[in-house]
């Protein structure tokens, strides 16, 4: 008998919030030629539905991805997780990546990460986070594999008033995946000077591969 092979789970990239410390829209930042939400979409679509979070904003060369609203206003990246989870909830996925959009990570290099901790008893319906190798206990929920079950308990955390994802995930069960050490500056961006870094980091990166 052939074995019957699962559907690709999605992947959500959130690219809301203002960008303040950014100064300008974090998912319009360039890099090669394209912005990153467009690099993000164009890599991840070939293999799997990809969604955005992205705050009521509509980005250019992001045709074939989807747009979820936000759960509630003002409630940050959970806003954005939840409807995400309960979709594909209802599609019938166990789960669904998560990445943020202020990463020169590339999704499917993040999805390869992750799932080499999907056998685990864990991956169902727990949490799989990237998390420093220094320094285990600093997760990174955003580039995560979150399981759909923890649709409920975020809605009603959100509901009671909570915003913090780290919160959040308190009672979830929850394993980690190293972070590799030249993958550091290159997972998280705030400030023009973190991207530029991020940017040398990642030239560096690709000539050293050579």
């Known amino acids: 008998m052939i074995p019957t092979l699962s559907p690709p789970e999605p992947l959500l990239i959130v690219c809301g919030g203002s960008s303040s410390r950014m100064g300008s829209p974090k998912p319009l930042l360039r890099w090669q030629e394209h912005t990153l939400i467009a690099r993000q979409v164009a890599d991840a679509l070939p293999h799997r539905p990809v969604w955005l979070a992205a705050g009521g904003q509509h980005y250019a060369d992001t045709e074939g991805a989807g747009y979820l609203p936000d759960a509630l206003p003002q409630a940050g990246p959970l806003g954005a997780i939840l409807p995400a989870l309960e979709q594909a909830g209802e599609l019938g996925y166990s789960g669904l990546y998560v990445l943020s959009c202020d990463t020169l990570l590339l999704p499917e290099q993040l999805i390869g990460r992750l799932n080499q901790a999907a056998d685990s008893d864990i991956w169902p319906n727990g949490l799989t986070a990237l998390a420093d190798a220094d320094n285990p206990d600093h997760l990174h929920p955003l580039l995560a594999h979150w399981?759909?079950?923890?649709a409920a308990a975020i809605r009603h955390y959100l509901a009671d008033g909570g915003r913090r994802v780290m919160h959040s995930i308190a009672d979830l069960p929850r394993q980690t995946?190293?972070?590799?050490?030249?993958w550091q500056h290159l997972s998280n961006f705030n400030t023009p000077a973190e991207f530029e870094r991020a940017q040398t980091e990642y030239t560096q990166l690709c000539h050293s591969a050579i």
Not at 177 to 182: F, G, M, N, R, Y
Request: aromatic share 0%; charged share 0%; hydrophobic share 40%.
């Open 147 to 150: 399981p759909t079950g923890a």
């Open 177 to 182: 995946v190293a972070l590799p050490q030249t």
